[in-house]
T-cell receptor
Framework: RKEVEQDPGPFNVPEGATVAFNCTYSNSASQSFFWYRQDCRKEPKLLMSVYSSGNEDGRFTAQLNRASQYISLLIRDSKLSDSATYLCVVKTGTGRRALTFGSGTRLQVQP | NAGVTQTPKFQVLKTGQSMTLQCAQDMNHNSMYWYRQDPGMGLRLIYYSASEGTTDKGEVPNGYNVSRLNKREFSLRLESAAPSQTSVYFC????????????FGPGTRLTVL
């Protein structure tokens, strides 16, 4: 079983739609959680951290469920510019080796 | 402020050839990383450097060596390239001071024939 699992998609949604992605992680000792965005043939960039109480940044909402070991990302009012791959990232333990990246979920927003 | 830069952007090698991928950051970050990204695999850590003068193996270090030349620069060397090393290579850095946010370079697309 992969440490961090994501549905690869693609998720094809119309502009204005609401879309949600889930990510599951296997290590219950995981401490920190992040969503990164990666545009086609570009480098990953931090989208948002995920806090225990859930957090929102504009149209983006991230949730953490420690009991079920998953995190989610909700995108409201999808824009064409949201088309990208969304990477789930989990930190387990301390030290510089600790970040584990999921393989990503691809989102395609259509006009 | 360029962030993290990588050279070259593209490279084609023949099996057995060697090359060095260069990475530099201008954010005064302590920690630097090399990852490879393959389809369906996610980013996998090759080597990292927690601070100037130190390097450590990551998840997939075989076939690679690294040098932390100074605080700014962290290079990745392939001594004898193999087709299995065909991948996109990303360098990243983080300040290492209470934050886990990693800043990535634009990547190097390497093909080994």
């Amino acid at each position: 079983r992969k440490e961090v699992e994501q549905d690869p998609g693609p998720f094809n949604v119309p502009e204005g739609a609401t879309v949600a992605f889930n990510c599951t992680y296997s290590n219950s000792a995981s401490q920190s959680f992040f969503w990164y965005r990666q545009d086609c043939r570009k480098e990953p960039k931090l989208l948002m951290s995920v806090y225990s109480s859930g957090n929102e940044d504009g149209r983006f909402t991230a949730q953490l469920n420690r009991a079920s070991q998953y995190i989610s990302l909700l995108i409201r009012d999808s824009k064409l510019s949201d088309s990208a791959t969304y990477l789930c990232v989990v930190k387990t333990g301390t030290g510089r080796r600790a970040l584990t990246f999921g393989s990503g979920t691809r989102l395609q927003v259509q006009p | 402020n360029a962030g993290v830069t990588q050279t070259p952007k593209f490279q084609v090698l023949k099996t057995g050839q060697s090359m060095t991928l260069q990475c530099a950051q201008d954010m005064n970050h302590n920690s630097m990383y090399w990852y490879r990204q393959d389809p369906g695999m996610g980013l996998r850590l090759i080597y990292y450097s927690a601070s100037e003068g130190t390097t450590d193996k990551g998840e997939v270090p075989n076939g690679y060596n690294v040098s932390r030349l100074n605080k700014r620069e962290f290079s990745l060397r392939l001594e004898s390239a193999a087709p299995s090393q065909t991948s996109v290579y990303f360098c990243a850095s983080t300040s290492g001071q209470g934050t886990d946010t990693q800043y990535f370079g634009p990547g190097t697309r390497l093909t080994v024939l």
